[in-house]
């Protein structure tokens, strides 16, 4: 069982064009959350995505960024007309279920984007 | 406002001894707590969590404990080993949907030969 998959690993791009960004949950994990890092900070949630359904989208910058999580292929982050901020680390994870004590489950990262806008 | 912080960025411990990582938080509604490792170039892995009706968790090595009333959680590893030098995040959730998380800053934890 393949773990998340994350393409490309790094994505050279820059201002003012697009990246997209695509993550392959783990099979049979159907809740995708995505989040990026800065460097030398923690992860912050961007959002929470589940088959074709975008539930929480709190941690989105509200210009720009877009995701998508089709009933077929993988979820995709979009960043529209990049700047120079948003090179950054971006991660994806997957659970099967919602993530918590109840649910005894856990979310599993990919390895992970590195975005360079130049 | 910054509400899960691990004041201490690096930790530097003797190979045997025992690690504490440290975690505050600020956000009362947060009941699930978590803490990840993290290699440079790979993504976070899930070590260890902690619901807020428990004060500590166990799993070989590893131990989180949970101080509700000062907001505190700290990650013990002992005996530390040299391959547990990594990042270390701690991060923190409510418990309906945890995967939505967040993290602190990482303490990069060094453990001697």
């Known amino acids: 069982n393949a773990g998340v998959m994350q393409n490309p690993r790094h994505l050279v791009r820059r201002r003012g064009q697009e990246a997209r960004l695509r993550c392959s949950p783990m099979k049979g994990h159907s809740h995708v959350y995505w989040y990026r890092q800065l460097p030398e900070e923690g992860l912050k949630f961007m959002v929470y995505l589940q088959k074709e359904n975008i539930i929480d989208e709190s941690g989105m910058p509200k210009e720009r960024f877009s995701a998508e999580f089709p009933k077929e292929g993988p979820s995709i982050l979009r960043i529209q007309q990049v700047v120079r901020g948003d090179s950054a680390a971006y991660f994806c994870a997957s659970s099967p279920r919602l993530v918590g004590m109840e649910m005894n489950t856990e979310a599993f990262f990919g390895q992970g984007t590195r975005l360079t806008v130049v | 406002d910054q509400q899960v912080k691990q004041n201490s960025p690096s930790l530097s411990v003797q190979e045997g001894r025992i690690s504490i990582l440290n975690c505050d938080y600020t956000?009362?509604?947060?009941?699930?707590f978590l803490w990840y490792k993290k290699y440079p170039a790979e993504g976070p892995t899930f070590l260890i969590s902690i619901s807020s009706i428990k004060d500590k968790n166990e799993d070989g090595r590893f131990t989180v404990f949970l101080n509700k009333s000062a907001k505190h959680l700290s990650l013990h590893i002992v005996p530390s080993q040299p391959g547990d030098s990594a990042v270390y995040f701690c991060?923190?959730?409510?418990?309906?949907?945890?995967?939505?998380?967040?993290f602190g800053d990482g303490t990069t934890l060094t453990v001697k030969p």
């Open positions: 956000n009362s509604m947060f009941d699930y």
């Open positions: 991060a923190a959730g409510i418990n309906t949907n945890a995967g939505k998380s967040t």
